[in-house]
């Protein structure tokens, strides 16, 4: 099984500040890495993904985050954000290999990232 | 495309009623899944469904049932509801093959009373 560990659950920064939020993850067997965002009183929608290739991904906001297998992380970072990057964002695994487990994601708890201006 | 199609938005129900949430896709994709959301806990599977007629639990279906007689549609059960089923439900596709993208619908809430 896998699981997923997001260690803040909240991260108030100002605007244009940096920001990182962290995620590591467990699992037996390979993983896709995946970081989603929540906009209030919306659903979730895909913010980047790693499934291989460059441990460097990017989205088209900014925002990019890199696989480190060694320490199994995936954190996600914004060298400067925007009062509209408010969300919450969560990190998610699909493991690659074990019959049912191949097609659902395991979310973290979530982090709620405030900017202020 | 309307992409992933929630009813209702919001619904009040009394401890042992039971309800139906209304999923569909129009992106005719095969995997179709049911979340919950709580707050401070992230989203837990319900149910998923891999194409229509074939369904199976994910982490917490206990109190739902869900059933995928079309690809468009994937309804979710509730039977007896309980206050422990308070929460926003979340409906989400993705299609077979490369990619890996769930899509995601706009939630329901719920609240058992």
């Known amino acids: 099984a896998q699981s997923v560990t997001q260690l803040d659950s909240q991260v108030p920064v100002f605007e244009e500040a940096p920001v990182e939020l962290r995620c590591n993850y467990s699992?037996?067997?390979?993983?896709?890495l995946f970081w989603y965002v929540q906009y209030p009183n919306q659903g979730l929608q895909l913010l980047l993904k790693?499934?291989?290739?460059?441990?460097l991904v990017e989205s088209i906001n900014g925002f990019e985050a890199e696989f480190n297998k060694s320490q199994t992380s995936f954190h996600l970072r914004k060298p400067s954000v925007h009062i509209s990057d408010t969300a919450e964002y969560f990190c998610?695994?699909?493991?690659?290999f074990g019959g049912g487990s191949n097609y659902k994601l395991t979310f973290g708890k979530g982090t709620l990232l405030t900017v202020n201006p | 495309n309307a992409g992933v199609t929630q009813t209702p938005k919001f619904r009040i129900l009394k401890i042992g009623q039971s309800m139906t949430l209304q999923c569909t896709q129009d992106?005719?994709?095969?995997?179709m899944y049911w979340y919950r959301q709580d707050p401070g806990m992230g989203l837990k599977l319900i149910y998923y469904?891999?194409?229509?007629?074939?369904?199976d639990k994910g982490e917490v279906p206990n109190g739902y049932n869900v059933s995928r007689s079309t690809t468009e549609d994937f309804p979710l059960r509730l039977e007896l509801a309980a206050p422990s089923q308070t929460s926003v439900y979340f409906c989400?596709?993705?299609?077979?093959?490369?990619?890996?993208?769930?899509?995601f619908g706009p939630g329901t809430r719920l609240l058992v009373l």
């Open positions: 998610a695994v699909r493991a690659l």
């Open positions: 989400a596709s993705r299609p077979a093959g490369g990619g890996e993208t769930q899509y």
């Open positions: 790693y499934l291989s290739g460059s441990t």
């Open positions: 992106m005719n994709h095969n995997y």
């Open positions: 469904s891999v194409g229509a007629g074939i369904t």
């Open positions: 699992s037996s067997v390979s993983v896709y």
